[in-house]
């Protein structure tokens, strides 16, 4: 063996290429990369990723590696690519190329690819009378389709998909096997003769004679049905988004009076007539995730002014599947459609037939079916740009389960996450495995999709937590069902979890200054805590200042019914006397004075009115005194009216004029005590009660809030910043989504040199909670257990 020819220096090695490399058209890719470069070997599907064999002379073995990084197919995420040198054989190097079966192999570390909307090249043919796939609703090939919702198990192989009852005809069999060919081993290949179908049914199940199921769904829609529609990720309850009748019919049946609704158009052109688009937004709605994007609504639309009353902007979103694009061509449907959650209030949306049936059968007229099934539900992802960045509002469908990668080695460790916005992560090594949108655990359907989630990544990522971290909260479903794990159990502070979040986002391991502007989280005192100045480190936080504490008059109810945050503000700014019934501001005037009396009896008392200084009933207060909202139906909902009002009187210079004064001018809204700061917000809510009483405009007043708000932050971390030298700010929390919030602080924050971070692979909102979790927990086990060790050497 040593003697072999040297002068060509051949060489063989074992290349392993780890990250999203499944379902992604990888192995076809390097099947024609080897080919390309004259390589021979083998390339396979292993749990642990793709494993190529390859040998060649090392000059071309160098060149291949290489190419392999750079020209991967678009969908692909590679995370690392390692080799090793192989035992020589003289025979490797005459042989051809090929793709080996999968091997199931110990750990796990390859992502299951996200679910991919229509590629270009699938949707010219599926519009293509030419092509054997010629209005065939389930068409897709390796750059895209379903992925993550068909996967039972991995490796992610036709068998172990929904996919395995639909045995592929001769033509999908040929092009399953030809590596030429867009849809070589494209998992979820099939076509008219071989693959899914759908079907019309009335809602109480049974189909439809109809030999076009799409063109009686959109008919059924101009006439102002509600059409249930089973998607990718799960079921859409859709109606004509044109159609005020149909809307409102939908909110009723579906007892959802307020809360914004997405729609669906069938281009970025008709996108165009509803709302402001910029190149950044339309390369969100147009990327492989095909996200909805929230977008400032257009005046004067034909849109239906009842999909988001109140609110100045629209959730919309491009067709990513062939069924999707194939109601657009039907010569009656409407040109919006809603595409919102099949679901009842609540509870997770439907997946499976029979279950939409049973639960939707009140809310829809008609079920468009199909056959192909829905193994993990995904609701569809929501972004939104602020600041010019991408934010993500809900990380689902195109983004979950991609893994995220961190800076830190963590040991195998689930995340429970918290109790509202769920999402649970698990993580192992440098990698981050964050479940899709889960929800609120609020019922028990909710909490059987959290634990079935939960087993579901622990299979496909191969992961067994040998440790588990949840949040303080001792209530949350979340919190319960990581005590009742019997692992070593560690526990987060919400706020903390937040900027941790951030921080392990951009890889920050110093002290940094963190600004959470959020609802509602327990605190380390026991209080409940929302509107927060900490100096945080990864596993460690001190909190250095708070927003003003109010009460929450009757507790829980308080958060649904801002006048009691209105008249709780006026009480801790002007005392009892405010509250009487003759001072109150006209905007409070309406209370029913039965309900002033017990309100005025618990802020006095101090009884059934826990204290917080959360930002959100900071929010509800001000929405309540300036008589926006006085009771609400989603939650958020006072809170985004008042940032819709503030827009109103907003300019684009207005955030250059929020730091008028010296820098050295403290603001009077500061407050200090023995080192703990104050943001008073009387100061906030005395401005806001003499603008209304001097009959000021409401939007300026709004703003003027914000304004205020933003100064007191800017100015209380300009002198944290001098005294603990820390530089590096980081922003995060529900009420961040709030734009005049997110680019009023970053620009001043900027303005006074210092540097911002806020997270863009991962919700502000609680979506992220588990995330900063993981990285808390997992390097508290990792310093417990190398404590121990000391312990034990010394
Ligand atoms: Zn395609
Ligand atoms: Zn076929
Ligand atoms: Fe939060």
Not at 474 to 497: F, I, N, T
């Amino acid at each position: 063996m040593r003697n072999l020819n040297t002068k060509h220096k051949y060489k063989r090695v074992e290349i392993l290429v780890r990250g999203t490399v499944q379902g992604v058209g990888f192995r076809p890719f390097i099947y024609n990369l080897a080919s390309r470069f004259e390589i021979a070997g083998t390339v396979s599907n292993t749990s642990d990723g793709v494993v190529i064999t390859a040998a060649a002379e090392d000059n071309r073995l160098d060149l291949f590696i290489q190419a392999v990084q750079e020209q991967a197919p678009p969908l692909a995420k590679i995370t690392s690519v390692t080799t090793r040198a192989l035992p020589n054989s003289k025979e490797d190097y005459k042989g051809s190329f090929s793709i080996l079966p999968s091997v199931p192999g110990l750990s796990a570390n390859t992502a299951i690819p996200p679910d991919i909307a229509l590629c270009n090249d699938c949707l010219r043919e599926l519009l293509d009378p030419g092509d054997r796939r010629f209005h065939y609703p389930f068409i897709n090939c390796t750059n895209c389709g379903p992925r993550f919702t068909i996967v039972e198990t991995i490796p992610y192989d036709r068998p172990q998909t929904s996919m395995k009852v639909f045995p592929m005809c001769k033509a999908c069999t040929k092009e399953y096997h030809d590596p030429g060919n867009r849809r070589f081993h494209a998992q979820p290949n099939a076509c008219a003769d071989c693959g899914p179908h759908i079907a019309l049914h009335n809602n109480e199940g049974t189909r439809l004679a109809t030999n076009s199921p799409l063109a009686e769904t959109a008919s059924s829609l101009k006439k102002g049905l509600v059409l249930a529609i089973r998607g990718m990720g799960g079921f859409h309850l859709s109606v004509s988004a044109c159609s005020p009748e149909a809307v409102a019919l939908l909110r009723q049946r579906k007892r959802r009076p307020d809360k914004p609704l997405a729609i669906m158009v069938s281009s970025l052109e008709v996108a165009k007539r509803f709302c402001c688009l910029d190149p950044a937004a339309e390369e969100l709605l147009t990327s492989p995730e095909h996200p909805i994007v929230l977008l400032e609504k257009l005046e004067h639309t034909n849109l239906a002014d009842n999909l988001a009353p109140g609110i100045d902007e629209i959730g919309i979103m491009l067709p990513y599947t062939p069924l999707h694009h194939l109601l657009f061509e039907q010569a009656d449907c409407p040109e919006a459609l809603v595409m919102t959650s099949g679901n009842t209030s609540g509870t997770p949306i439907c997946t499976a037939n029979d279950d939409a049936l049973a639960k939707l059968g009140k809310i829809a007229d008609l079920f468009l079916l199909h056959n192909r099934e829905i193994l993990t539900r995904v609701d569809d992802s929501v972004l939104k740009i602020m600041a010019d960045q991408p934010f993500i509002l809900r990380r689902a469908r195109g983004l979950a389960p991609a893994p995220i990668q961190v800076a830190w080695k963590l040991p195998e460790i689930l995340a429970c996450g918290p109790g509202m916005k769920n999402t649970f992560s698990l993580g192992r090594n440098k990698s981050v495995f964050l479940s899709q949108h889960i929800g609120d655990l609020d019922n028990l359907e909710s909490y059987e999709f959290y634990q079935e989630s939960i087993e579901h990544f622990k299979k496909v990522f191969q992961l067994e937590p040998e440790a588990v971290v949840c949040d303080l909260h001792p209530d949350y479903m979340s919190s319960r069902y990581a005590a009742q794990c019997k692992l070593p159990l560690y526990k987060a502070q919400h706020h903390h979890a937040h900027a941790v979040a951030v921080m392990a986002e951009h890889g920050l391991d110093e002290p940094v200054l963190a600004i959470i502007l959020d609802g509602t989280g327990l605190g380390g005192d026991g209080s409940i805590w929302g509107g927060e100045i900490f100096r945080t480190e990864l596993t460690t936080y001190e909190r250095l200042g708070h927003l003003s504490q109010l009460r929450l008059p009757g507790g829980d109810i308080a958060t649904t019914e801002p006048w009691r945050l209105g008249i709780s503000a006026l009480f801790h700014s002007f005392g009892i006397d405010s509250i009487a019934p003759d001072r109150l501001p006209e905007t409070l005037r309406q209370i029913d004075s039965g309900n002033l009396d017990v309100l005025t009896a618990m802020l006095t008392g101090g009884f059934n009115s826990p204290l917080t200084s959360s930002c959100g009933r900071l929010f509800d207060a001000v929405a309540s005194l300036l008589d926006i909202r006085q009771h609400i139906s989603y939650e958020g909902q006072a809170a985004m009216e008042l940032e819709t009002l503030a827009k109103k009187a907003w300019t684009p210079t207005w955030a250059g004029h929020i730091l008028p004064n010296s820098h050295t001018n403290i603001s009077p809204a500061l407050k200090e005590n023995d080192g703990k700061w104050e943001i008073c917000s009387a100061e906030f809510v005395k401005r806001v009660v003499d603008g209304i009483g001097r009959g000021e405009d409401k939007s300026s007043i709004a703003l003027q809030f914000h304004t205020m708000l933003i100064s007191s932050i800017t100015r209380l971390i300009e002198i944290l910043s001098l005294q603990t030298g820390i530089r590096k700010v980081v922003l995060s929390g529900g009420c961040m989504q709030n734009s005049l919030l997110l680019e009023g602080l970053s620009h001043t924050l900027k303005s006074i040199q210092l540097k911002v971070y806020t997270g863009n692979l991962l919700p502000l909102n609680d979506g992220a909670i588990s995330f900063g979790q993981t990285i808390i927990g997992g390097l508290r086990h990792v310093s417990r257990n190398s404590n121990a060790g000391d312990q034990r050497s010394g």
